[in-house]
């Protein structure tokens, strides 16, 4: 911007005539191509933007918090959104068509208020037949504002080779 002489706004308008979407898009447009299929939930109700996923070790995704998000009053997001992303990104590591949070260790570690963004970030910290660990951090910028370790009930077994699942059925 400074480089050209231009305002941002400028820049905006010139890349939506050529047809470059912004930095946001291009960053999903590439995930959506190279990260593994959410199996366990369709990819539109994990609460936020899923970035990154490489099933049954990690995650990642993003939450805006918007007006919708938070208490008028105070402009303090409510935690049930937190909690969410957080959980739905627990629920989607995993690779399995039937995965279910039954229990959930959290913390909220400090409010999250209008206009900021979450940066949820899951990872499997074990699987064992039927049942999975997985550990989520939420930050805004570099704090940690939620933690959570989510036990996730699963259908199937892992297998003994490359980490994946094969059916219960079939040991």
């Known amino acids: 911007m400074k480089k050209f002489h231009v305002s941002i706004q400028t820049i905006r ?15 999903k447009h590439m995930a959506e191509k190279s990260f593994d ?8 109700e994990v609460i936020g933007e899923v970035i990154d996923l490489q099933l049954n ?6 939450f805006d918090i918007r007006e ?8 303090i997001a409510r935690g049930h959104h937190v909690f969410s992303q957080a959980n739905s990104l627990a629920v ?24 900021e963004k979450c940066v949820a970030k899951a990872y499997v910290r074990s699987i064992s037949r039927g049942k999975a660990k ?30 994946g699942y094969l059916n219960a059925d079939s040991d």
């Open 37 to 44: 299929q959410v199996r366990s939930l369709p990819l539109h």
């Open 57 to 62: 070790k990690s995650g990642i995704s993003i």
């Open 134 to 163: 997985v550990e989520v951090f939420t930050y805004v910028g570099d704090e940690v504002v939620f933690q959570g370790v989510f036990t996730i009930y699963h259908s199937k077994t892992k297998a003994r080779s490359e980490g």
């Open 92 to 115: 989607a590591v995993i690779n399995d068509e039937i995965a279910l949070t039954a229990a959930a260790e959290i913390r909220f570690l400090r409010s999250v208020k209008l206009g």
């Open 13 to 27: 308008l010139d890349r939506l005539e050529l047809g470059i979407p912004e930095l946001r898009e291009r960053i």
């Open 68 to 75: 919708e998000h938070v208490f008028s009053r105070n402009q």
